[in-house]
Every structure is written in C-alpha cells, then in structure tokens.
C-alpha cells in the first residue's frame, strides 16, 4: 500500500492517493482513465475521487495491479480477491498485477481447449496464481520480447509451462524451451501466429490468436491522446526504421484487437485497423513521432 505521508501534492483531496514512488508506467490511467490523470512531472496522481461504485472498483483494480504499490485508499482495506484476470473478450483476459520488473507492462492470459496463454509475465501474486489455476493453468508463455519477462520463470516452473521468444532476445529469458527465428510469421497452432517485428528490439513479437487479438508487446498500442494507433519513438531500444518495417508488414495480417504490453488496448472492425496501421506507417516514415498515452 502507498504511503500517505509521501502523497503527490497533485492529489486532490479524499482518501484515493498516489505517492511519489509512481514510475509513470500508465497502468492506472488505463485502468481507471476517469479517476487518475498525468501530473506533468512523470507520475500520476488522483485527478478526480471516484464518485460511484464503477469508479472505485476501476480505482481498486489500479491499486492492485499497481506494480510499484504507489496508489492507496486512506480508512480502508483492500481485497484483492476476484479483481484479476479481468476478461475483456471471449476468454482472453487482462491478468493485473503488473511487475516493476517490466516497467508495469500489462500481461494477457488467454483460456482455450488446447491449452491456456499466457503473454507475458505479471508479479507472481497468490491472487493471481490462484486465479489461474481455477481456469485450468498455463500450458505455454508467450513472450513479446525481453523487457516483459518479469516472473515467467516463476509462471513457467510452477504450471509446467512451455516458453517461447524469439532467437534475438532469447538472452533476457534463458531459460525458455522454444526459440522463434527469422522474419516470417510462424503458425505455432491453427488459431496462433508468431509475428516477427524487430524494432523495439532486435527480437520482438507479436502473437496473434483467431485473427482477431493481437497481442502487440511494446510495438504497437492504441494512444488515448491521438485516439489512433501509434509507436513509442523514444522507447524503441534497436531501430525505428525496422519497427517501421515490422509493422508494414503486420498490416497484412487481420486482427480486430490490440492488446500492448504498454498503452491502452482497443477493439475496431479489422479493416479499420488494417486502415489505421498503414496510416501509422506513413507518419511514421514521415517524422519522429514523440511518446504520448
């Protein structure tokens, strides 16, 4: 829990607070746009007290899935029982519980009869595993790239799971059974593709599941500010020119949802995103666009 006596002075008063511990990972402001807002120095803070029984749950999912435990409620417990996985559709859901091992990237779990997905690592928290367990566990992790490992190890030992990445970031997740290669796109299962999209780094995927939910890692994600997909330009740790690239050549597959490790998901009918992403590519050729939520 936050500490009240390290309250951001940006906090309006009431008993919901952020401290100054926050890392700006924006996992709150997705979670609970109406409640928590950006200070303009690199941290959130609590814009508005949540004013109905909608807001404070979305404002309890942030405090629980905060990763750096940066978010409090002053006079009250928190039961973190039954927030997360949170679904978003047709059994793919938000698992919560972000790592500071992965500067609060948001990790996916997806339920199927051929075995469950998890994409990416969340903290290894007993809510959590408990959870997951009751949805029949994890056969393979999928992992986006090497930033986003956090506790997969943990994940992986404890549901017997298999781990795949690929070849050029196999160094950040060593012990991973299954290492993707190359560029081109690589069926692991009839409703799966392996995406390649070097660009954030040398060896970032995309995972897509039923042509339909895209699971973009840090190389794709839906800006709240432009209201459009965009790319991280200051986050793109091997090459921009590449990641532009890469996702030219996403623009071919279908999908309907986006769902990034960091920046908000969104659903749009498949021809939109197709439209919208070949529109990113285009401004991205064009300028050096900035970070922006």
Excluded at 174 to 193: C, E, I, K, S
Aim: negative net charge.
């Amino acid at each position: 829990m936050a500490d009240p006596r390290r309250r951001h002075h940006a906090n309006v008063p009431g008993p919901w607070f952020v401290d100054t511990t926050c890392i700006d990972c924006d996992a709150c402001r997705q979670l609970a746009p109406t409640v928590f807002d950006g200070t303009g120095l690199g941290q959130s803070a609590v814009r508005r007290q949540p004013a109905s029984a909608d807001e404070e749950k979305a404002a309890t999912r942030a405090l629980v899935a905060c990763p750096t435990a940066s978010i409090g409620v002053e006079g009250r417990h928190v039961q973190a029982e039954g927030l997360f996985p949170q679904e978003i559709e047709d059994g793919v859901s938000y698992c919560g519980f972000n790592s500071e091992d992965s500067f609060g990237a948001n990790a996916f779990l997806a339920v199927r009869p051929e075995g469950n997905l998890l994409v990416d690592s969340p903290r290894f928290a007993s809510p959590l595993v408990r959870a997951i367990e009751e949805k029949g566990g994890v056969r393979h992790i999928l992992l986006t790239h090497r930033d986003d490992v956090a506790d997969a190890e943990r994940f992986a030992r404890h549901f017997a799971a298999e781990v795949w990445i690929h070849e050029a970031d196999a160094s950040g997740a060593p012990f991973a059974t299954h290492r993707l290669r190359g560029l081109d796109p690589v069926t692991l299962w009839p409703d799966l593709t392996a995406i390649p999209l070097p660009g954030h780094t040398r060896g970032s995927v995309a995972y897509l599941l039923r042509s339909r939910f895209l699971f973009s890692g840090d190389s794709l994600y839906w800006s709240r500010a432009r209201q459009d997909l965009s790319a991280f330009r200051d986050a793109c740790w091997y090459s921009w020119q590449e990641q532009t690239e890469s996702l030219d050549r996403l623009a071919a597959h279908r999908f309907e949802w986006v769902l990034a490790g960091h920046g908000d998901r969104h659903r749009a009918p498949a021809e939109e995103m197709a439209l919208r992403l070949r529109e990113l590519v285009q401004r991205m050729r064009a300028t050096r666009d900035d970070t922006e939520w």
